[in-house]
C-alpha cells in the first residue's frame, strides 16, 4: 500500500507539471474533436500526430497521445447518441438508447450521463492498473485460443438468449455478421474467401465501414424519406444535464459497467470489445421494465459508456507492463514509445519509472479534463442539432467520406459506406436489427481464429474446450443461458435487447 | 479539424502534379508505409525520414497504405507519379518474399522501382517459450527432430516475416512443426509467453524485451554478428546452424522513371541521415543493423532485392505457402 502510494505521488508529480497538464489537455481537446468526426478514429488521429511529439520529451509525447486516445473514445460517443454514426465497435451499444434519447430531446442528459460514467469508470481503472496492474497481467496469459473461443460463444449466446420476438430475424442477423467477418484472406492458409478476386476485399471488409453505412448512411436515407419526422431530433432540446432521478436511475448501472469493462479490457486480443455489449444485456436483463430499453433508456447509455471507458483504459495493463498490445491503436502506441527509444515491454515498470506512473497518473489527469472540456460542450453539440437537417446531413455525408478514406486510404471504402448504407435502410424496412450483425461481425473473425488455433494446437481434438477449467466454466454458463432460453415458460420473459 | 485541413491539402498537392527536377523538392513528399502505423517497418521509416526531411527541407509525410503483406501499398506507389514526391519503405517482404506469395503481384521488385537506398536491418530471432525443454540451438534442434509432431510453431500472418523466415528456418533444419497463424506479433508474442506454442522467429525489436525480462528463451540471433542490444545470444553460426542467416531489411523506393537526380538528392539524404548519431543511436536501440557505406547505394540495393528474390522464391515455393 505504501507502495502504491509513494509510486502514485511520483506519477502525479510528472503528470502535474504545467508542460504535461498541458499535453494532457491538448491531447483530450484534440482526441475529444477528431472523435466527434464520424470516421476519424483515434488510429488515424495518433498516427498523424505521432511526427509533432517528436520534439518532446517521451512522457509528455506518451501523455499527449494517451489522451487524443480516450479523448476520442469519448468523442466518438457524442458522435453515436447524437447522429447514430457509432465510429467504433465499442459505441454501437451507445448509438441503440443514446440516439433514441437524443431523439426525444434528451441528448444534453445522454451526453452528460456518458461524460460522468466515463470520468466514473475512467477513476476506478486508474486506481485498478494502479494497484492490480502487475498482478492482472496474468489473466492476460491465461486467455488462450481455447478459452478465447469459449469466451465468444458465450457472448453470441447472450445476444441469442436475449433478443425476442425477433429471435429468429436476430439469430439470422447474427449470422450474416460472422459470415461477413469470413470475408478475406484465410489467416492460417493465405487463401482468399468470398472476395470474388476483388483486390480490395483481400483483406476483409474493414469494422469501421460496416458501422457506418449500416448505422450512420441507413439512418441518413430514413430520416430523408421520413419527411415529417426527420426534424424530430431539434424540436426540443430539454434539459442539458442528468438531474438526480437520472443518477438514481444510472448509478447502479455505471458501477456495474465499470466492472465489466474493466475486467474485459485486460484480456488479449481485443477483448474490451465485449465490455460495452454486455454491460447492456446486463442492464436489460436487471431492469424492471425492459421494454424501455432501445426506446431511450438511460441506463442503455450509463452502463455501456462505463464499460467502454473503463475497457479503454485497462487495455493499457497488457501494453504497460508486457509490452504486448491487446489492439491496434495500443500497437501505434508500442510504435510511438519505439520510436522515442523506449522499448515497451516488462522492464519498462522498473526502467523508466517516472514514464510508467507518470502515464497511469495522466490517465486520471486526463479523465478529469474529458469532464471539464466535455460538460461545457455538451451545450454546444445539442445545439448542431438545431441546424435544419437539410444543411446538417450534407455535412454529415462529407465527413463520414473524408473519415472513412482517412483509415486506409482506399476510394473503394467509401462507395463501399455507401454499399452498406443502402442494405442498412433495407434492413430497417424489413425490420430487422443491425445491432446483433454488428456483434457477429466483431465476434466472428477472433471466434473463428481462435477456434482453429485452438484445435490446430490440440490436434483436432475438441476435449481441449472442455479439459481447460476456464474454458469449460465459460462454456457452461453458456450452455446454461442456452437452455433456459429453450425452456418455454422462461422464453415467455425473454426480453429483447437489440431493438431499435 | 487539422486532418481535415490535412486531407484537403492532400487532394491541392495532388491536383499539381508535374513537378521539375530542378529546385527539387518544392513541396512535401509523401513516403508509403505498406504496413499499419506503429509497427516495425514504419518506426524505422519515422526515424529515418525525421532527419532526411531536414536535410530536404521539405517535410516526408508518411502515409500508411496497410494490407495483404505490405504488397497492396506498394503497388500504389510504384503506380504513381515517378516525380520524386511519391516515395515508399519496401521491406524483405514486399520486395523478397511476394513474388512466391503473391502469384498475381501486379509489380516485379525487381523492375519497376528505382532503388533510393537500405535503410536498415533488423536481425532474426530464434525464440522459444521459457518452459521449452532444451537450453540452447542444438538440443533444440536436437528436440525438434525427435518430437517433430508435438512442436508447434507460431507466426504473424501468412505474409508476415516471422513466417517467411520461420518456413525459411523449417527448410534449413529440415523440421516440419505444426504452424499455428496470429493476426500480427502481438497475439503470437502473447501465447509464445504464455508456454500455448513452442517457438516461432521474429525481428529482434519484437522480441528483444521479452528476452530480456525473462518471459520468453532465445537460442540464436541469425546475423553474422552478435547484436549490442543481446550481447548473451549466440549466432546461428556459433550455434552450430549453417545456412540460416536473414534479416528483414528495410529499404527506401521510388517508383520506375523516377528521374536520376531526384534519386541522387534522396539517396544522398538517406545517407546523410544514417550518418546522423541521433538516427543511428535510434535504430541501434531497436536492434537494428545499420548498413555500411557501399550497402546504402542504390545499386547495391538493386543487387540485394535481385538476390533476395532469387532466394525466397525457391523456399517458399516449395512449401507450398501462398496469399492467393
Wanted: glycine share 12%; aromatic share 8%; with cysteine.
Amino acid at each position: 500500500m505504501g507502495d502504491l502510494v509513494s509510486n502514485l505521488s511520483l506519477g502525479f508529480g510528472v503528470a502535474l507539471t504545467l508542460q504535461n497538464l498541458g499535453l494532457a489537455f491538448l491531447g483530450c481537446l484534440v482526441g475529444t474533436l477528431i472523435g466527434v468526426l464520424p470516421g476519424v478514429g483515434p488510429i488515424a488521429t495518433i498516427a498523424m500526430l505521432l511526427p509533432i511529439t517528436f520534439g518532446l520529451d517521451p512522457t509528455g509525447a506518451l501523455i499527449m497521445l494517451a489522451g487524443i486516445y480516450y479523448g476520442a473514445q469519448y468523442g466518438g460517443s457524442t458522435t453515436a447518441i447524437l447522429v447514430n454514426i457509432p465510429g467504433e465497435a465499442t459505441s454501437v451499444v451507445t448509438a441503440l438508447d443514446g440516439h433514441q434519447m437524443a431523439r426525444q430531446g434528451r441528448a444534453g442528459v445522454a451526453l452528460g450521463i456518458a461524460a460522468i460514467g466515463s470520468f466514473f469508470a475512467g477513476t476506478v481503472a486508474t486506481l485498478v492498473i494502479a494497484a492490480l496492474g502487475a498482478p492482472l497481467t496474468s489473466l492476460a496469459l491465461i486467455f488462450g485460443p481455447t478459452e478465447y473461443f469459449s469466451l465468444m460463444v458465450m457472448g453470441l449466446v447472450f445476444a441469442v438468449v436475449l433478443a425476442r420476438g425477433s429471435i429468429l430475424k436476430a439469430v439470422a442477423m447474427i449470422l450474416v455478421g460472422v459470415l461477413l467477418s469470413t470475408v478475406g484472406t484465410d489467416l492460417e492458409t493465405g487463401e482468399e474467401r468470398m472476395t470474388f478476386g476483388l483486390p480490395f476485399l483481400s483483406d476483409g471488409i474493414d469494422f469501421a465501414v460496416l458501422a457506418m453505412g449500416i448505422f450512420g448512411i441507413a439512418e441518413i436515407m430514413r430520416n430523408l424519406d421520413h419527411t415529417e419526422t426527420r426534424d424530430v431530433v431539434r424540436q426540443a432540446i430539454g434539459r442539458l444535464l442528468p438531474n438526480r432521478d437520472d443518477f438514481k436511475q444510472s448509478y447502479k448501472p455505471i458501477l456495474r459497467g465499470t466492472f465489466i469493462g474493466a475486467a474485459l479490457g485486460i484480456l488479449p486480443g481485443n477483448g474490451a470489445v465485449l465490455g460495452p455489449f454486455a454491460a447492456y444485456t446486463l442492464e436489460k436483463k436487471l431492469a424492471k421494465d425492459p421494454r424501455r430499453f432501445g426506446r431511450g433508456a438511460i441506463e442503455g447509455v450509463a452502463g455501456p459508456e462505463s464499460a467502454n471507458n473503463a475497457g479503454a483504459q485497462t487495455s493499457f495493463i497488457p501494453l504497460l507492463t508486457l509490452g504486448i498490445p491487446p489492439n491496434a491503436v495500443m500497437a501505434l502506441m508500442v510504435g510511438a514509445m519505439t520510436i522515442h527509444g523506449i522499448i515497451p515491454g516488462p522492464q519498462v515498470m522498473t526502467k523508466n519509472p517516472t514514464l510508467f506512473w507518470g502515464m497511469i497518473a495522466s490517465m486520471w489527469v486526463g479523465n478529469l479534463m474529458l469532464l471539464i472540456i466535455n460538460l461545457p460542450l455538451v451545450g454546444m453539440w445539442v445545439r448542431l442539432l438545431k441546424v435544419p437537417y437539410r444543411l446538417l446531413f450534407p455535412a454529415i455525408l462529407m465527413f463520414c467520406c473524408i473519415g472513412i478514406y482517412s483509415i486506409n486510404s482506399l476510394p473503394t471504402d467509401v462507395m463501399f459506406i455507401a454499399f452498406f448504407g443502402l442494405v442498412g435502410y433495407m434492413l430497417i424496412k424489413f425490420g430487422f436489427e443491425p445491432a446483433p450483425m454488428l456483434l457477429g461481425f466483431v465476434l466472428g473473425r477472433l471466434m473463428e481464429e481462435n477456434l482453429r488455433r485452438a484445435l490446430i494446437i490440440s490436434r483436432g481434438s475438441l476435449e481441449t474446450f472442455i479439459e481447460r477449467p476456464v474454458s469449460a466454466g465459460l462454456l457452461a454458463v453458456a450452455v446454461i443461458l442456452l437452455v433456459i432460453a429453450l425452456l418455454p415458460s422462461i422464453r415467455k420473459g425473454r426480453d429483447e435487447v437489440f431493438t431499435e | 479539424m487539422k486532418k481535415v485541413v490535412l486531407a484537403l491539402a492532400a487532394v491541392a498537392g495532388l491536383a499539381a502534379t508535374g513537378a521539375q527536377a530542378q529546385g527539387y523538392p518544392t513541396r512535401p513528399i509523401t513516403m508509403i508505409v505498406p504496413f499499419a502505423a506503429g509497427g516495425p517497418t514504419d518506426v524505422v521509416a519515422r526515424i529515418v525520414t525525421d532527419n532526411m526531411s531536414r536535410t530536404l527541407g521539405q517535410q516526408i509525410v508518411i502515409e500508411n497504405v496497410a494490407g495483404a503483406g505490405g504488397t497492396t501499398g506498394i503497388t500504389r506507389a510504384a503506380q504513381s507519379q515517378p516525380d520524386g514526391y511519391t516515395i515508399m519503405m519496401g521491406h524483405m517482404g514486399t520486395h523478397g518474399a511476394a513474388p512466391a506469395l503473391y502469384p498475381n503481384l501486379k509489380y516485379d521488385p525487381t523492375k519497376d522501382f528505382a532503388p533510393i537506398g537500405l535503410a536498415a536491418g533488423t536481425p532474426i530471432v530464434i525464440v522459444a517459450k521459457k518452459d521449452f525443454p532444451a537450453n540452447d540451438l542444438k538440443g533444440f534442434l536436437d528436440y525438434l527432430t525427435k518430437n517433430a509432431d508435438k512442436v508447434n510453431m507460431a507466426h504473424a500472418g501468412v505474409g508476415s516475416v516471422s513466417h517467411s523466415t520461420g518456413i525459411f528456418f523449417n527448410s534449413v533444419v529440415k523440421a516440419k512443426p505444426t504452424m499455428v497463424a496470429y493476426r500480427g506479433t502481438g497475439p503470437a508474442l502473447n501465447d509464445l509467453m504464455a508456454n500455448t506454442v513452442d517457438f516461432m522467429t521474429d525481428q529482434i525489436v519484437n522480441v528483444a524485451p521479452q528476452i530480456q525480462g525473462g518471459n520468453i528463451k532465445a537460442f540464436a540471433i541469425a546475423t553474422p554478428e552478435r547484436s549490442p542490444v543481446l550481447p548473451n545470444v549466440p549466432t546461428t553460426k556459433e550455434a552450430g546452424l549453417e545456412g540460416y542467416e536473414v534479416s528483414a531489411w528495410n529499404a527506401v523506393f521510388a517508383p520506375k522513371g523516377t528521374p536520376p537526380d531526384v534519386v541522387k538528392k534522396l539517396s544522398d539524404a538517406l545517407m546523410k541521415s544514417l550518418d546522423d548519431e541521433n538516427t543511428k543511436k535510434r535504430l541501434s536501440e531497436l536492434g537494428g543493423v545499420i548498413p555500411s557505406n557501399t550497402e546504402r547505394t542504390p545499386e547495391a540495393l538493386q543487387k540485394l532485392v535481385e538476390s533476395e528474390v532469387a532466394r525466397w522464391t525457391p523456399v517458399l515455393k516449395a512449401a507450398g505457402a501462398t496469399a492467393e
